[in-house]
């Protein structure tokens, strides 16, 4: 017959084994999860310090779009006119004509006598000419074009919106790896 000393300590040592185990088993899960933990660690941090970079390039990036514009611009008023004009004149106009000149003689009376005229007159002058015009305008014109636009985002309120998320960004990056963030190379 066995004694049941020996029954007691061969359950002791079952669950003394047993526990032995169990606690091995549960630093080796530990030893993973941790490893993993610290994969994780790292995968977040590096993108955190991508997501910075991006949204630093972001805030140095420039907004381009084009604009289509095809409408109908009306156009209504009045245009005053007030300006002179110099306008030379040269030239010659010839003259063949004839004129009946009264001539007066004594004893007879008036005498009507033909003259014949034949001649050119030189003409050469400068005649200042004003203008002062008023021009009513009432017209639709038609306007047809692209008209590009490029914003930089550093010149507008987003840029700042943008360095805070950015800041945000590189506190985390430290918090999770523990380090300054890398200095990116330009």
């Known amino acids: 017959m066995k004694p049941k000393f020996a029954t007691g ?5 079952f669950v ?5 185990v169990i606690n091995i088993g549960w630093v080796i899960a530990l030893v993973i999860i941790l490893g993993q933990l610290s994969t994780l660690r790292q995968s977040v941090a590096t993108a955190l310090s991508d997501m910075s970079v991006s949204v630093e390039d972001m805030k140095d990036s420039t907004f381009d779009y ?3 514009i095809d409408q109908q611009l009306p ?3 009045t245009i ?12 010659t106009i010839p003259i063949n004509t004839t004129v009946k000149v009264p001539v007066e003689l004594p004893l007879v009376g008036t005498v009507y006598a033909n003259v014949p005229i034949i001649t050119d007159v030189l003409i050469d002058l400068t005649v200042n000419v004003p203008i002062d015009q008023t ?4 017209m639709n014109v038609p306007v047809q074009l692209e008209l590009p636009i490029s914003i930089k985002i550093a010149d507008t309120p987003l840029a700042q919106t943008l360095t805070d998320l950015k800041g945000v960004f590189d506190d985390l ?5 523990g380090s300054a963030l890398p ?4």
């Open 80 to 91: 005053p006119i007030n300006f002179s004009i110099d306008v030379p004149i040269k030239t």
């Open 9 to 13: 300590t061969s359950a002791l040592w």
């Open 16 to 20: 003394a084994v047993l526990s032995l």
């Open 75 to 77: 156009i209504k008023g």
């Open 66 to 68: 084009s604009m289509s």
């Open 135 to 138: 021009i009513p305008i009432d």
């Open 173 to 177: 990056f430290v918090s999770f790896s």
């Open 183 to 186: 200095t990116p190379a330009k």
